[in-house]
């Protein structure tokens, strides 16, 4: 846990690090506020709107105690955030048939978990129960608003980036440029590029602790290793046409639903599914 907590932190401080740096070489100090200030707005409207915007962008419909189809599933869900000590959040399902599911909401009294139709017909219950307990523990860990923190400054980065020539450069006393228009360039190219591994790296640091503090919560981890395996496997063969038209919203998902077409593991959103399930199994002989 320690270790996923010191990744993170040292993470999120390169990222700062790296929007001062490119601040300071493109944009100077007005470049760089301007900017800051535009990835902000944008990121305070996504921190308290998002959660919405993105179930209703999935078509996700509410479920409640009294819906006789998926009862079973609301008082699963109630019960897992009993265990986590969690105000219970809201319960959506998702009309899709690929599985996978994702938390939202910027705090645990403004939380909610949603599943796919397709994950329900896949999973048995002990495999949904730990899936359901990892979504939890990422709104426990209150990932999304690390996400939210991460998502603004490289957003600053890439305003930066894309308006640096616009702000004219950092200038010596003398209205010399203090960056050579080359290394300019190449901070533009490369910067937001950079900014974006290390939200990934972020995102994955997150999984690795979702999934130890889901175990945790469910006191299950070989039934979330299983149902990892089993989504892996049908990620790469079911699409996700809304995941397709968005894909920023692949990193909420337990498993990348775009996960067949990853390049490779440095620009994943999500660990190796296999490290995933080794270190969940590790988990099971505590259990």
Known sequence: MFGNWLK????????????????????????MLIALLFAAGMNFYAYWFSDKAVLKMYGAQEVTADNAQFRHY????????????LPMPKVYVINESQPNAFATGRNPENAAVAATVGIMRILNERELRGVMA?????????DT????VSATVAGAIASIAQFGMLFGGARS???ERAVNPIIGILVMLLAPLAASLIQMAISRSREFEADRMGAEISRDPQALASALDKIHQYAHRIPNETAEAHPETG?????NPLAGRSFDSLFSTHPRTEERISRLLQLASLY
Do not use: C, D, P
């Open 134 to 142: 990892h979504e939890l523990a990422h709104v426990k860990n209150r």
């Open 173 to 175: 006393e003398g209205g």
């Open 145 to 148: 608003l690390i996400s939210t």
């Open 251 to 255: 990193q909420m998902m337990i498993i």
């Open 74 to 85: 609301y008082q699963m869900v109630k019960s897992l955030a009993e265990n986590a000590q």
């Open 8 to 31: 993170t932190t040292i993470l999120m401080a390169a990222i700062v690090a790296l929007f001062g740096v490119v601040g300071a070489a493109l944009g100077g100090a007005n470049g």
